[in-house]
């Protein structure tokens, strides 16, 4: 198994910018693929950015320019840089990560950004 801790949602205003952190422990040695999806209120989950323990990218069109995700592959750890936030950036944030097995989600952490 695979734990998910991820930190730094917050409420922010207009024009900020949040950095989140995802921390993953457990059988981690298998992890290829960790990411972000996001949840605004009402809607369904979707993609923010993902990123391969080799370094490649996948980037919503939504956030590309604004957002950058990056990874620590000694801590486990990936993240997302988030700037020049808007309102519809409001929601909570997952982290992700799979292995040649299957999928894990972290709690979530939530982002509100104030007009």
């Known amino acids: 198994q695979v734990q998910l801790e991820e930190s730094g949602g917050a409420l922010v205003q207009a024009g900020g910018s949040l950095r989140l952190s995802c921390a993953a422990s457990g059988r981690i040695f298998n992890i290829n693929a960790m990411g972000w999806y996001r949840q605004a209120p009402g809607k369904s989950r979707a993609l923010v950015a993902t990123?391969?323990?080799?370094?490649?990218?996948n980037t919503a069109d939504s956030v590309k320019g604004r957002f950058t995700i990056s990874r620590d592959n000694a801590k486990n750890t990936v993240y997302l840089q988030m700037n020049s936030l808007k309102p519809e950036d409001t929601g909570d944030y997952y982290c992700?990560?799979?292995?040649?097995?299957?999928?894990?989600w972290g709690q979530g952490t939530q982002v509100t950004v104030s007009s």
């Open positions: 990123i391969t323990s080799g370094g490649t990218t």
């Open positions: 992700y990560a799979e292995d040649s097995r299957r999928g894990y």
